[in-house]
Structures are given as structure tokens and as C-alpha cells.
């Protein structure tokens, strides 16, 4: 049987057993998304218990019958279903399923997925890392940046959130590229005003920042407009987009980086079609990196217009403990997994 003409048998949701996981914590990832097809299985994990749940509530059905090739009308089918919900986690849950079918397709056919997206792969794909989680005012931070930014990566994000005192900001600002030795970016995670980032932008040391992700609460064309007709602040943006009609929207607003993760945004499938966009805008990508497999094959078939991906270098380790195998990034490269699908088993 051709796998052009397998059609998939079952879509279900896995609890992850805490022997592969570890003990739980709180905010961890506790879930894998199986296809079946043929005898075979596609699996996408780990993925958090709400975008699982709509899954598991009945999402994953509605692809029963869907040919394993069929990947637009997959897609379809489930923001058919969504409706007015396929934003947000609605997206999220889409692609969990979307990603396990192509994982799917590619054991089907022996090939990794970046393989069936392009006859030419990149063998390996450029990350930076990124470590939101800490406090760049701790009395150990400027150590943590160091030995990070010692590791080869292209460059180091950090998290900055909104504080009262602007020049305190610009300062750190500083500090992190001077402990970092190069320029950094910086993630506001969407904390700070119009008013917070055009006085930042004043502020900044030449030559520190990168970019900034998500400076704004809002995601809408009005508030970015707003923001560029005040400051020239490098902005980042895309993970938090719903659809190829905000995409648009966004691109047109020339950010600095374009960083939509692969699953959140609907998968692999949808993720191709904002890589278009992206290109017709000419817009540099820089895929967010919260289903790292998934960008990696993505970033692989597109090396043309795809930068660094996102390395998050405190939570990627935890969620690969769910994996047969890693991916570690070696002097900023992370070598593309060439066993079939998305090249690493969910241990579930």
C-alpha cells in the first residue's frame, strides 16, 4: 500500500507515565498525541493538559478517515471544527495533531518529515538559547549569561519584564550584552506600553539589543503601528498569532523578527504557509522554540529564510526526557535527526 492511500485509523491523547518523565511538576508538559495508520504510529510530545484535552474531547476524531498524506485537508477539517475557537489553544491542540500525522507520514515513507516538506534538507540548523526564567538582577545572572553565551549559540534572549524605572531596564539591558560579549534580545512577554518601549529605545546602548519580543500586551496591527510611529525599538513578534490573516498583518509591519511557533500555530502544515508569507514579506524567521523538533524541520526545509532557532536551555532538556533520544545544539548548530518522521520517539 502506497502511503499516499493510508488513511488514518485512530487519533488519541497518552497520559506520559512519570517513569519516563520524572515526578511531575507543576507547569509540566504531561501528554503525547498518537496517530494510527496501517499498523503504524505517529506520535507529537510532550503537549500541555489543555490543548490535549481538546484533543482527546473529540478534535482528534474528526481526522479518522483523513488519507496520512492529505495534510491541507487535515488541517481543515480541524479548524472546521474549532470554528470560532481555532485561535489560542484551539491552534495549539490543531497542531499537536497535525504535527503527529506528519510524524506519521514520514515513518510511513521512511523519510524524515523535512524530507517530504523539501528534496533538500539542511543537515543541521543554527539555534540561539534563550533562559527566560531568569533574573537578570540576581546575583548570579551575570554568570548565567556568561557560561550560556560561551556555548556557541548565535545569540542569547532574556527575559525582561516591565519595571518602573526605565533607565534601571536600559542599564540591565547593557550589562547582559556586556556579559554575553555581543549583542542580545531581550523578551518583554508582552509586559511593557508604548510608552515603556519608546523610552527603552532612547535609552539602550548602542549596539546591545537585538530585539525585543513582544513588547505589548496587544497583539493587534494598531498598537505595533503605534509603537513604530514612536521609537525605532527592533521588535520581535508571531508567537502569540492566530491565523495567516494576522501573519499578514503583522508582516506588513516590517518586524525584525518573525519567531510563530510551529505547533502553536496550527503545525507543520500551517507552519509552511507562514514561512510563504514570510518570505513574500521579507521578513527574517526565527522559530520559537517551544516544539523544537518540529521547528528544527521545518527551519531545515526552508535555510533560505529561516535564522536561529530558539533553544530554551532550562526547559528543552526537561521536555526531551520524554524522547529515545536529544538534540543538543554544539557550538550553535543542532544536527537535523535522520530516523524517519520527526526522528526522535515519545517514550509513552
Avoid at 111 to 129: C, E, H, I, Q, W
Avoid at 144 to 159: C, E, I, L, P
Avoid at 186 to 196: H, I, K, Q, S
Avoid at 268 to 276: K, L, R, V, Y
Wanted: net charge negative; glycine share 10%; aromatic share 6%.
Amino acid at each position: 500500500m502506497r502511503a499516499a492511500d493510508v488513511v488514518i485509523d485512530d487519533v488519541r491523547v497518552v497520559c506520559l507515565p512519570e517513569s519516563v518523565t520524572g515526578p511531575f511538576q507543576e507547569g509540566d508538559s504531561r501528554h503525547a498525541v498518537v496517530a494510527r495508520a496501517a499498523g503504524m504510529t505517529g506520535v507529537f510530545g510532550p503537549v500541555d493538559e489543555m490543548p490535549a484535552a481538546l484533543v482527546a474531547a473529540g478534535l482528534g476524531r474528526t481526522v479518522i478517515g483523513c488519507r496520512v498524506s492529505d495534510h491541507a485537508g487535515l488541517l481543515a477539517r480541524l479548524l472546521a471544527r474549532l470554528g470560532p475557537h481555532g485561535a489560542g489553544l484551539g491552534r495549539w491542540a490543531a497542531g499537536a495533531v497535525d504535527c503527529a500525522v506528519w510524524d506519521l507520514h514520514g515513518k510511513l515513507t521512511g523519510l524524515p518529515v523535512a524530507a517530504l516538506l523539501t528534496d533538500t534538507p539542511a543537515s543541521r540548523v543554527p539555534v540561539y538559547g534563550s533562559w527566560l526564567s531568569l533574573d537578570l538582577e540576581h546575583d548570579g545572572a551575570a554568570e548565567a549569561v556568561r557560561s550560556t553565551a560561551v556555548q556557541g549559540f548565535a545569540f542569547t534572549k532574556w527575559s525582561m519584564r516591565r519595571s518602573q524605572n526605565v533607565q534601571q531596564m536600559a542599564a540591565l539591558a547593557g550589562r547582559a550584552a556586556s556579559w554575553a560579549n555581543a549583542p542580545v534580545a531581550l523578551d518583554a512577554l508582552g509586559t511593557w506600553d508604548v510608552e515603556t518601549a519608546a523610552g527603552l529605545a532612547s535609552l539602550l546602548p548602542p549596539g546591545a539589543v537585538r530585539w525585543v519580543e513582544d513588547p505589548l500586551p496587544r497583539t493587534e496591527r494598531t498598537a505595533y503601528r503605534e509603537l513604530r510611529a514612536q521609537c525605532p525599538l527592533p521588535v520581535a513578534r508571531g508567537e502569540r498569532v492566530s491565523d495567516a490573516a494576522h501573519t499578514r498583518e503583522l508582516l506588513e509591519l516590517g518586524p525584525t523578527a518573525f519567531n510563530f511557533d510551529v505547533a502553536w500555530c496550527g503545525g507543520i502544515t500551517e507552519a509552511c504557509t507562514w514561512m510563504a508569507l514570510a518570505e513574500q514579506a521579507g521578513a527574517p524567521v526565527h522559530l520559537h522554540g517551544r516544539a523544537f523538533l518540529p521547528a528544527l524541520h521545518v527551519a531545515a526545509a526552508f535555510p533560505y529564510l529561516a535564522g536561529p532557532v530558539e533553544y530554551q536551555v532550562v526547559w528543552e532538556p526537561k521536555r526531551q526526557q520524554v524522547l529515545s533520544g536529544t538534540v543538543v545544539p554544539e557550538d550553535g548548530w543542532a544536527a537535523l535527526p535522520e530516523s524517519p518522521g520527526l526522528g526522535l520517539e515519545v517514550r509513552c
